[in-house]
Structures are given as C-alpha cells and as structure tokens.
C-alpha cells in the first residue's frame, strides 16, 4: 500500500471539509517546526499557532516567536492564563501536582481552552471548520502509533490534520537540512520542545535538566513544591498523586508526546 504524502493529505482535508482558515501547531519541537515550515510552504494563508501554557521554557516560546519573525510567518499565541484565565500555580496549590491520573484536566484546562479560542477567532459562522496541523509521526511511539490510519480527524469546528504522519525521524531531519532550518536549543537538552512542564509525565531527574536551561521556572517548581506540601498535596512535581485515583485519558491531541517513552533523553538527541 502507497502511502498518502503530505500534499495527499493536506488536499483530501481542504477538499472534504473546505476549512475556512488553516493554523499550524508551533510548540517548538523538531517535528512541529517541519510541519509548520511544510503548511507554510504548501498551504497559502496559514497561520502558526503555539498555545502557551504558562508553564514552559520561556526560551523556547522566545524561539517560537523569533522563528515567525524571522520568517515572516504570522503567529497567533494564546495564553492559557492572561487569554484563557487557567493559571497552572494555582491549580497546583489547589489540587497538588497532576501525576498522571491528571493529565487530561491539565491538558483541558491549559491547551484544549487555548485552541478552542484560536478557533473561535477564525470562525465567522457557527458551521465553520478550522485546520489545525500537527506534527505527529507515527514511528515516535507506541501512543502516537495509535493514529495510524486516523491522519484527518473532525471534533465539533476544529479539524485535526497530520500531514507528516507518514514520514519517518529521518525524513524530517531531512527535511530541516534541506531547507536550513533553525532548531530549538533547549531540544538538545531536555530531549523536547519544554514548551509545557505541567509535570504530568515528568521524569525523575528531568527538574535538574529544566534547572539548566531555564533556572527560573525551576525554582518557581521549587516554589510550588513547598506550597502544595503546605497545603496537604506533598508528592512532587515528577511524583504521581497516591494510588486509588481513576486515571483520565492521556491522549490530548496536542499533547501526544508528553507520554511516549525516552522523553527525557538527552544522551539521544531531541524525541520531539
């Protein structure tokens, strides 16, 4: 079986759903930077869209925005605090660290409200549909494996599109070489993009590599650890809450990678 290309894809969601705008997801991976540069190239009137969790690595949102500057490609960035009004400190000091039992409030509360704003402000009519590309592969992990055969997916307005789905780490790599393309620095630290350390699929150890590259949210980390404890929740951010807890679905569709196995692996280069 021939497999579908990124034009394929890309043409089969335009043509079935006749979206009335197309964003490309920019977190600041390897991957969403190929899939952005690629909709950017093929795909006249796409804007890059980087949902800012309020809980990140500030340079890499720096690199998102000096990319796009750089570029000249338009940037909507929505901020889950200051646009969304979900501020993850207080959430914490609420309710403790997520553990992985929580991923999905996180993932609702800190990027699903983000893209149903961006959407929002596409839309000039209840029926319309908005693209969103994002860079999920299928040979990163066993969790994102699972969208095989799913690369063109509807919810309500918002129209999930996968068009590098197909291609392989070294199709991508490629693809950045051939075109020159500027990578994230922190990717060759922390293994990922950091563009969200809500903590859910936190490693042991990952806080001391956080610590290098941003020393500023690691400390406010630091902060929120003695905060939470204080107010009865005294596991840490890389710990999971006590057992006994129903785990939520992990599958956020712009949170696939914070699950997938060698995450933290900056032995190996960048996983995302």
């Known amino acids: 079986m021939t497999l579908a290309t990124a034009r394929e894809i890309i043409d089969q969601a335009l043509e079935d759903h006749n979206p009335v705008a197309c964003l490309a997801g920019f977190s600041g991976g390897t991957d969403s930077l190929a899939v952005t540069h690629w909709m950017m190239e093929n795909v006249p009137g796409t804007i890059a869209f980087h949902a800012n969790t309020g809980i990140g690595i500030e340079r890499t949102r720096e690199f998102v925005r ?8 338009p940037l909507l960035e929505i901020r889950a605090k200051e646009d969304c009004g979900q501020d993850y400190d207080e959430m914490v000091r609420q309710y403790g660290f997520p553990g992985p039992a929580h991923h999905k409030k996180m993932y609702s509360r800190l990027k699903d409200r983000a893209v149903r704003l961006a959407v929002k402000r596409q839309k000039t009519h209840r029926m319309d549909r908005v693209l969103i590309a994002t860079g999920i592969r299928s040979d990163e992990s066993r969790i994102r494996a699972g969208y095989a055969g799913r690369v063109i997916n509807r919810t309500g307005a918002q129209l999930w599109v996968n068009p590098i789905y197909h291609w392989t780490g070294s199709d991508k790599a490629a693809y950045i070489r051939e075109h020159r393309l500027p990578t994230n620095p922190v990717n060759e630290v922390l293994g990922m993009s950091g563009e969200c350390l809500c903590g859910a699929f936190a490693s042991h150890g990952e806080l001391d590599l956080v610590r290098v590259v941003d020393p500023e949210v690691a400390a406010r980390i630091d902060r929120l650890h ?10 840490r951010w890389d710990e999971a809450p006590p057992k006994g807890k129903k785990v939520a679905d992990m599958r956020g569709t712009m949170c696939v990678g914070c699950s997938k196995e060698g995450r933290v692996d900056p032995g190996k280069g960048e996983v995302e």
Not at 66 to 73: L, P, S
Not at 226 to 235: I, K, R
Request: proline fraction near 6%.
């Open 226 to 235: 003695e905060q939470a404890a204080a107010n009865g929740f005294p596991w």
């Open 66 to 73: 000096d990319t796009c500057r750089d570029y000249g490609w």
